[in-house]
């Protein structure tokens, strides 16, 4: 199992119907709304490198996505 | 699906608190049977005799696969796959849990024998969460704060208020048994238990089904050993008339109810144990005490319960301590900020000796070292951005393996269930 963060910068008011569209993609386990450089966190896990490529695919063809920087976790300590 | 987490972790302890109230209605049915009125101790002993089969039986039905995923999984818990062997590493933590959860069922048993109003029964347990703060001040990476003290003294005596018996009685016995039996047994299961959901199985999320079912497997061998142990010294017949109960047909199918349906409220809190601290776990769980009322009420309806007291000046105080219980998990609900820190590392330093001085610090819940622009993302968990910064930021200062940082605080998220 390979788990990403892909980080997304949004044109402005097009969050809430984008979040939507997020929702429905498989492969997405959590999507967070932050403050800051970015603006949305969704935490995809897949099977192989070919499914993250449809994940960011889906992310990117939807409508005020302005730009995706995905990040491969290697390596992760967590509490849940 | 995906919903927001936080729904989701209010939604699961809240189910299991409803879920726990009817099955403490069943329980104190069951338990005024005449075979256990007088020996509370073969009563605790029938539950995990009958609890261990059903159980057995639930999470293997549970384990059928379809179309590639489990029942279980489909309907509890995502990480659940198939009943499995206990790991090497989960051994001393199932040992303290089921240790705990034996004794804590004896003290139980003895009061739902002794009294028949289920919301008398629940009554100053809830000081349990008061016991946890104090234990997770200890164990946990987090030291509560002080809204969170705060919430749970009020939930604690909102529900003590509330928990009033509506026919009056108060009796110091079971009261006693809650404080010295109860709570502490009810305080360190709750904390081990938590410790196995947040543990990892052959990579994976430990499940709740799995955890469930081991438990009572390790409840069933320590209570079986305390009564046989205590049978000796007494020269008593705990063990054997509670076994000759257990499997006699009359009172088998009483038995499998209450442990099934205990069943899912224990998969549905152990789930919710690994979404939040034991203390605000047990906090929600106090919500057992309103779920409590309407089940008092059929029971009184059925003719369970012979006395019900309508009492205005009763009633008033069992409506302060709901308003106190409720506004107490508001309080929790509303006072969580999250966050992101991106973290870019010098070179030439190990990256894992880094992860793990992040992992110190307290209110960090994952850090994941990634590939591409950042090294490290961190995700963080504060009541306050003040503790955040108190907590977080600064102890990130210190750290000199790290170059740059930007906290990014979380608005609004959501998470598969």
Known sequence: MISAYILITMHPGKSDKAIKEMRQIDNVAKISIIAGEYDIVVRAQVKNLEELLDVTDKLQMIEGVNKTTTQIIEKEIALQ | MIIRKKYL??????????????????????????AFIHDPWAFAFCLFFVGAIITLLISL???VPIKGKSIGAKVLDPSFKRVRMVQKNEVK?????????AINTIGYCAIV???????VILSFSQIVILYLLLMESFIEKDVPTLVEVQSSIIVAFGAILASISLTGEFEVLPILIVFVVINPTWAIFSIYQRKLKIMKVHNRPNDSINIRFWNVVFSFIFITIILFVFDVF??????????????????????????????FSYVLYIRSLGMGKASVNSALRASTIIFAIP?????????????????????????IGIVMIIMGIISFALTVVKAYIFIDVKTGRPLRETMQ????IRGVSHVTITSGKNDFIVKV????????????IKKLDEIEEIKKYRWASVLKDWEKI
């Open chain 2, 234 to 263: 007494t020269s008593g017949t705990h063990l054997i008339s509670g076994f000759i109960t257990a499997i006699s047909p009359d009172y088998f199918f009483l038995l499998a109810l209450t442990m099934g349906t205990t069943f």
């Open chain 2, 357 to 360: 001085k992040l992992w110190n």
């Open chain 2, 61 to 63: 039905l549970f384990s």
């Open chain 2, 295 to 319: 089940f008092s009420i059929i029971l009184l309806k059925l003719g369970v319960i012979t006395n019900f007291s309508t009492d205005p000046v009763m009633l008033i105080i069992k409506v």
């Open chain 2, 113 to 119: 024998s002794q009294i028949q109003d289920p919301s």
């Open chain 2, 93 to 101: 933590y199932h040992l303290t849990a089921g240790l705990m959860n």
């Open chain 2, 381 to 392: 968990s504060t009541r306050t951005l003040m503790k955040g910064y108190e907590r977080i």
């Open chain 2, 9 to 34: 972790f209010y939604v699961l302890a809240i189910t299991s608190s409803f879920i726990a109230a009817a099955v403490t209605g069943v329980d104190s049915f069951v338990g005024g049977q005449p």
